[in-house]
């Protein structure tokens, strides 16, 4: 199979809503859910955004795609945060993901602004921290999140914290 990647277009929406269903643990713990319209339509007006696809040439199918938000960080200096890679579970181990991201530092590079890429993965996507690793990406900081329903303040209730001592803090 030869793939070509190439930028998105709004006829591809489909097929790509299509591979994003079928791949939910490729996007655990996600910020931006491509299957929200608002952002589907961001994904292609946005020129913040980068949205490529790998295409196989002989059935003209989409096998992956890659999903990019350009970030305000300084005056002279943007990052690149990559929300989504998927690659069809049949064509994983033949470089498409590669292809994809190498596709995007080349677009990256191009506008010259951008000079660091980075990515926020759930500690139990093996498969992208994996596939970061091999590109030379490092792991920078381990994040928890926390979350809490809205509700008044006199109804919080204190979280335990007796787990924090297995993470060497002072805290």
């Known amino acids: 199979m030869t793939t070509v990647v190439r930028e998105a277009t709004l ?10 269903r079928a791949t939910p643990e490729l996007h655990k713990n996600a910020v931006v859910d491509l299957l929200d319209e608002g952002e589907r339509k961001l994904a292609w007006s946005d020129p913040r955004k980068i949205l490529l696809v790998a295409v196989d040439e002989s059935t003209e199918s989409i096998r992956g795609f890659l999903y990019v938000k350009i970030k305000d960080r300084t005056i002279t200096e943007e990052k690149a945060r990559i929300l989504h890679v998927a690659v069809r ?8 993901g590669t292809q994809l991201l190498q596709e995007c530092v080349l677009r990256l590079l191009k506008r010259g602004d951008v000079h660091t890429i980075y990515s926020c993965v759930n500690v139990q996507n ?32 204190p979280f335990p914290l007796d787990w924090w001592t297995d993470f060497g803090t002072d805290e």
């Open 126 to 157: 093996r498969g992208m921290i994996n596939f970061l690793a091999k590109h030379g990406f490092k792991m920078r900081e381990l994040y928890f999140r926390f979350e809490a329903d809205v509700k008044k303040p006199s109804d919080f209730q």
């Open 11 to 20: 006829g591809d929406e489909e097929e790509i809503l299509e591979l994003y």
């Open 89 to 96: 579970q049949e064509d994983r181990k033949f470089g498409i």
